[in-house]
Each structure stands twice: as C-alpha cells, then as structure tokens.
C-alpha cells in the first residue's frame, strides 16, 4: 500500500484547509483509514478514522474537520477537510491505512496500522 498526503500549507487562524491521501493498492474491500498528527515536541495523535464497516470516527479534544472516503477500484482517497485552525494545530499530518479491517477503527491505534505517508506540514500563523 503506497500513501501520499497532499494538501498542507500555511493558514491563518480561523481559516480551513484540505488534506488528501491518495491510497494505492488496498485489495481487499474492508480496511481502515486513519488521520493523525505531531506537533513539535509531542507524541503522534489521532484525528479521525474510517472503516468501511462501520463509517467515521472522530478523536475527542482533536482538530475539528470532516472526512470523507472515496473508493476508485483500488485507490482510494481520504479527504480531511478541517475547520477553525488554530496556532495549537500547528504540526505534520500523516495517513495510514490498515488492509483487511472489518472492525471499528475507534480503537486502533497508530501501531496497528501498517501503512504510512510521508507526512505533510500544516502550519497556522498569523
């Protein structure tokens, strides 16, 4: 499975930007799809997730946005469009992908996934 974000750039606060990962060579109709993030200093976290089982997470006390799933035969894209930027969101994004997942993703965590992109920096300023 080959990841690649898109997307990322420099916002003022209180403006909205929109991630995509392109997800290449996910073969089997259930997976999970997965947005976090890390802030300088801090550890990775979760935003948001997607199973094809059981739809849409999103992580508590995490960037507001909205994620939406797309699937062309085997590539599909995830996009997060997020809203209200503050400085504190201030960090690099990255997808991941879990193929062969027919469960709710709200539980996995960033070391069950096994697919990752490259990262793309988000940067809030004024």
């Known amino acids: 499975v080959q990841l690649v974000e898109s997307g990322g750039g420099e916002v003022q606060p209180g403006g909205s930007l929109r991630l995509s990962c392109a997800a290449s060579?996910?073969?089997?109709?259930?997976?999970?799809i997965g947005w976090f993030r890390q802030a300088p200093g801090k550890q990775r976290e979760g935003i948001t997730c997607?199973?094809?089982?059981?739809?849409?997470?999103y992580y508590p006390n995490s960037v507001k946005g909205r994620l939406t799933v797309d699937r062309d035969n085997a590539k599909i894209t995830a996009l997060f469009e997020m809203k209200n930027l503050e400085p504190e969101d201030t960090a690099v994004y990255y997808c991941?992908?879990?193929?062969?997942?027919?469960?709710?993703?709200?539980?996995?965590?960033?070391?069950?996934?096994?697919?990752w992109g490259q990262g793309i920096q988000v940067t809030v300023s004024s």
């Open positions: 060579g996910i073969t089997e109709d259930e997976y999970a």
């Open positions: 991941a992908a879990l193929n062969d997942w027919g469960f709710s993703c709200r539980d996995l965590r960033e070391y069950d996934y096994d697919d």
């Open positions: 997607f199973s094809t089982r059981y739809g849409t997470y």
